[in-house]
T-cell receptor
Framework: GENVEQHPSTLSVQEGDSAVIKCTYS??????FPWYKQELGKGPQLIID?????GEKKDQRIAVTLNKTAKHFSLHITETQPEDSAVYFC??????????FGTGTRLKVLA | GAGVSQTPSNKVTEKGKYVELRCDPI?????LYWYRQSLGQGPEFLIY????????DSGLPNDRFFAVRPEGSVSTLKIQRTERGDSAVYLC?????????????FGEGSRLTVL
């Protein structure tokens, strides 16, 4: 079955710097890749997603890139702010309801 | 409108006891999911409902776990003979998508602690 690996597990950046989180997946049939942000005591919330027919997608300070050949995708956050501090999860799906999540990255933005 | 509501937010029980966790999805969402999140891990798929029926329960770890959604709205996750290894946050999510792909709206979870 699908396996999703996520790195790094923790990431500290200075406010205003960029943050990059990387994920790899194993199932070449995966075609949908969402990213979720989870704040303490809350459920995960979708922040951006990408489908396999697109190589890059951007939404304000957040962007996701996908390399299907290498089977990896990345989340890029520019101009980080303290409110970006949270745990971020990548996920992969073969186009069905079953999402396989990575193990998460705890991002700390230092003021 | 209201988001996904889960009750209780916290449940402490003793090993061997029975527990029920409730999920009230966003009104009109036909798809409902249960995930389990252990400390420091990502959500792990348990079961998926499309309407009233369990379309896929392959993620349930064993037959002590069971979930229902009798009227296609509220769902209950039931755990019999709880074990310490069942301790985790149980997340419920709902979605408008009939295909399953699309944004999942998660509740805040029910934290289960088995002593």
């Amino acid at each position: 079955g699908e396996n999703v690996e996520q790195h790094p597990s923790t990431l500290s950046v200075q406010e205003g710097d960029s943050a990059v989180i990387k994920c790899t997946y194993s199932d070449s049939a995966s075609n949908y890749f969402p990213w979720y942000k989870q704040e303490l005591g809350k459920g995960p919330q979708l922040i951006i997603d990408i489908r396999s027919n697109v190589g890059e997608k951007k939404d304000q300070r957040i962007a996701v890139t996908l390399n299907k050949t290498a089977k990896h995708f990345s989340l890029h956050i520019t101009e980080t702010q303290p409110e970006d501090s949270a745990v971020y999860f990548c996920a992969a799906s073969t186009g069905t309801y079953k999402y396989i999540f990575g193990t998460g990255t705890r991002l700390k933005v230092l003021a | 409108g209201a988001g996904v509501s889960q009750t209780p937010s916290n449940k402490v029980t003793e090993k061997g006891k029975y527990v029920e966790l409730r999920c009230d999805p966003i009104s009109g969402h036909t798809a409902l999911y249960w995930y389990r999140q252990s400390l420091g891990q990502g959500p792990e798929f348990l079961i998926y409902f499309q309407g009233t029926g369990a379309a896929d329960d392959s993620g349930l770890p064993n037959d002590r776990f069971f979930a229902v959604r009798p009227e296609g709205s509220v769902s209950t996750l039931k755990i019999q003979r709880t074990e310490r290894g069942d301790s985790a946050v149980y997340l419920c999510a709902s979605s408008q998508s009939s295909s399953g792909v699309g944004e999942l709206f998660f509740g805040e979870g029910s934290r289960l602690t088995v002593l």
